[in-house]
T-cell receptor
Framework: EPEVTQTPSHQVTQMGQEVILRCVPISNHLYFYWYRQILGQKVEFLVSFYNNEISEKSEIFDDQFSVERPDGSNFTLKIRSTKLEDSAMYFC???????????????FGPGTRLTVT | KNEVEQSPQNLTAQEGEFITINCSYSVGISALHWLQQHPGGGIVSLFMLSSGKKKHGRLIATINIQEKHSSLHITASHPRDSAVYICAALRRGNTGKLIFGQGTTLQVKP
């Protein structure tokens, strides 16, 4: 069964460093999403992406964050200068069509645990 | 006030018991996701529904759009059902943004 994959599974970085989190969505999916979950807290929406453009971003998704689909398969989240409070689990998700239309669900990757020291 | 509220926050059951987890939301939605998160952190989609009821194995999800309420039921619960169950509202609009509840931690004891 097709699945969303994410790499790395765990990334440790120093404050101020740039990190790139990678996701490979399911191949025929057109809509892509990033979410994060700080330890012990609920999952939060970061950004949605369609047709090489950001569809919506949250207030968390400030200038330090960017997303890109550099080729036909990868979808990346870049944090330019990491802060301690960026430590969280980051989930990528994808959907074939806009989630909600005709039961097109979002499928989640296993997550990347980012630790900023 | 959270836009998506779940109850209870924690639930302990004996194997075989019927379990209900509730979700209320205050925003306009086009659909609602029920998700399962295991201790390792991975999230699995269980259901997405926009009306009525869906059933998959021992899991049943219902939604009442007028009352802005959804329930997830587990029949004949088993220790392997132990996980965090999360409801996430798909906010009406064209961006696919999910608004998550805080999750219900379920432990099923043998």
């Amino acid at each position: 069964e097709p699945e969303v994959t994410q790499t790395p599974s765990h990334q440790v970085t120093q404050m101020g460093q740039e990190v790139i989190l990678r996701c490979v969505p399911i191949s025929n999916h057109l809509y892509f999403y990033w979410y994060r979950q700080i330890l012990g807290q609920k999952v939060e929406f970061l950004v949605s992406f369609y047709n090489n453009e950001i569809s919506e971003k949250s207030e968390i998704f400030d200038d330090q964050f960017s997303v890109e689909r550099p080729d036909g398969s990868n979808f990346t989240l870049k944090i330019r200068s990491t802060k301690l409070e960026d430590s969280a689990m980051y989930f990528c998700a994808s959907s074939e069509r806009l989630a909600g239309e005709s039961s097109y669900e979002q499928y989640f990757g296993p997550g990347t645990r980012l630790t900023v020291t | 006030k959270n836009e998506v509220e779940q109850s209870p926050q924690n639930l302990t059951a004996q194997e075989g018991e019927f379990i209900t987890i509730n979700c209320s939301y205050s925003v306009g939605i086009s659909a609602l996701h029920w998700l399962q998160q295991h201790p390792g952190g991975g999230i699995v989609s269980l259901f997405m529904l926009s009306s009525g009821k869906k059933k998959h194995g021992r899991l049943i999800a219902t939604i009442n759009i007028q009352e802005k309420h959804s329930s997830l039921h587990i029949t004949a619960s088993h220790p392997r059902d132990s996980a965090v169950y999360i409801c996430a509202a798909l906010r009406r609009g064209n961006t696919g943004k999910l608004i998550f509840g805080q999750g219900t931690t379920l432990q099923v004891k043998p």
